[in-house]
């Protein structure tokens, strides 16, 4: 009788894990098909193609591919990407298509800031925003912060289609594969993959969008990536010209993560690849040395911290004190970009007209954007 029991209970407790485990499982592969569901239009192509006639109503953003006005097709671009999953707020169903959620074109005031950031200070520069979920637009119910930065005619708002974007690359059988599906951190690792494929593709800069532009880059060499430490190179904002060299190094960029990727580590796939490719090029992992000493690089750059990240990812706060404004504004005379680390800082909000350091630096680098933002910025 005591082993018929302990019989019982050993089979139901195996059974329980079963069931659990299964359920994990399951609960993690819906969650997959689910982020990548955020990349797919629910649409045919005949419902966007009448969408896209009907300039009353949603119509969705043209795809980048097939864009007479490409990156790199009149000179260098600025390229930011848009690679969030949208919520059920920034979704709206169409009647007239079957109920189709669809997800409506949306930026923050803070990204949005970024884009108007860096035309202002390129006006003859084009400067690209690539949504990577399909996104549509409504011309009668803009938020504000989109028609501010629609007022720059150097702006171009494009869908990018992450299969179409990659094919005919060498990333485009490894994503395929769905290996970026599986990482614990999709849409960061998303991020890593396309920035690496745009400077690929394009050349020209790329910039994260938690940056504001404080000057043009137009002055920096074709080639280029920065410090955010004597100890780190980070990903946040490169340069690489179209062909040659810059060329070369994407390319280098692209095979480095393939090789590489780790789903399970946030850094190795982004500020780890290019650390790694600046390794190679310089022959050398001091990163002092890099930047001290530009020939060994063979004209490749690696900026030092105050271009780019004079503010330090641990005083993140600062741009967001009003205790710390000058302390922070001084630390950024020299910079090129205040990069406000959105990863830490998404949640502190400041009233508009507050002296924090974000808040004069945006007022005097995206005055439009600043002026829509509403209460808070």
């Known amino acids: 009788m005591m082993y018929t029991r302990r019989l019982k209970w050993s089979v139901f407790v195996m059974l329980s894990a079963s069931v659990f485990i299964l359920c994990i499982i399951y609960t993690t592969n819906r ?22 006639h009907n300039i009353f109503g949603p119509h969705i953003l043209e795809d980048v591919m097939l864009s007479e006005t490409k ?23 169409i009647l007239n298509v079957g109920n189709a959620p669809i997800n409506m074109m949306h930026l923050t005031a803070r990204e949005a800031c970024a884009i108007e950031s860096a035309a202002l200070h390129h006006p003859n520069l084009n400067v690209f925003a690539l949504f990577v979920s399909p996104t549509y637009r409504d011309n009668k119910n803009t938020p504000p912060v989109m028609e501010a930065i629609l007022q ?19 990333m ?22 396309l920035r690496y494929l745009t400077l690929w593709r ?29 100890t780190l190179i ?48 310089c022959k050398t992992s001091n990163i002092e040395l890099m930047m001290m000493d530009p020939d060994r690089c063979m004209g490749f750059r690696v900026m030092p911290p105050n271009a780019f990240y004079a503010v330090h990812w641990l ?12 302390e922070t504004l001084n630390k950024l005379r020299d910079s090129y970009i205040a990069h406000v680390w959105n990863k830490l800082s998404k949640q502190r909000r400041f009233k508009v007209g507050e002296k924090a350091a974000y808040g004069i630096i945006a007022e005097k680098h995206c005055p439009k954007v600043y002026a829509a933002s509403g209460e808070y910025f």
Not at 31 to 52: A, P
Not at 172 to 193: A, C, P, R, T
């Open 152 to 170: 720059y005619p150097n702006v171009h708002l494009r869908n990018l289609n992450l299969w179409t974007y990659a094919a005919g690359t060498p």
């Open 315 to 326: 005083h993140w706060e600062h741009f967001f004190d009003p205790q710390y404004c000058n």
């Open 31 to 52: 969650n997959q098909t689910d982020v990548r569901y955020c990349f797919i239009n629910g649409f045919n192509q005949q419902q966007q193609s009448t969408r896209n």
């Open 234 to 281: 980070a990903a946040g904002v490169m340069g690489f010209a179209a062909d040659g060299f810059g060329h070369e190094i994407a390319k280098k960029c692209i095979y480095d993560f393939l090789k590489n990727f780790n789903g399970s580590n946030w850094a190795n796939n982004g500020p780890g690849v290019i650390t790694r490719v600046a390794n190679d090029i």
């Open 202 to 230: 394009w050349g020209g800069t790329y910039l994260d969008m938690d940056v504001v532009v404080l000057r043009s880059l137009e002055t920096l060499p074709p080639n280029y990536t920065g410090a955010e430490s004597n």
């Open 71 to 93: 990156p790199n097709s009149n000179g260098p671009s600025i390229i930011f990407h848009e690679t969030s999953c949208p919520n059920e707020n920034q979704r709206i169903n």
């Open 172 to 193: 485009y059988h490894w994503l395929k594969e769905g290996n970026l599906f599986k990482s614990s951190y999709v849409i960061s690792h998303l991020s890593d993959f």
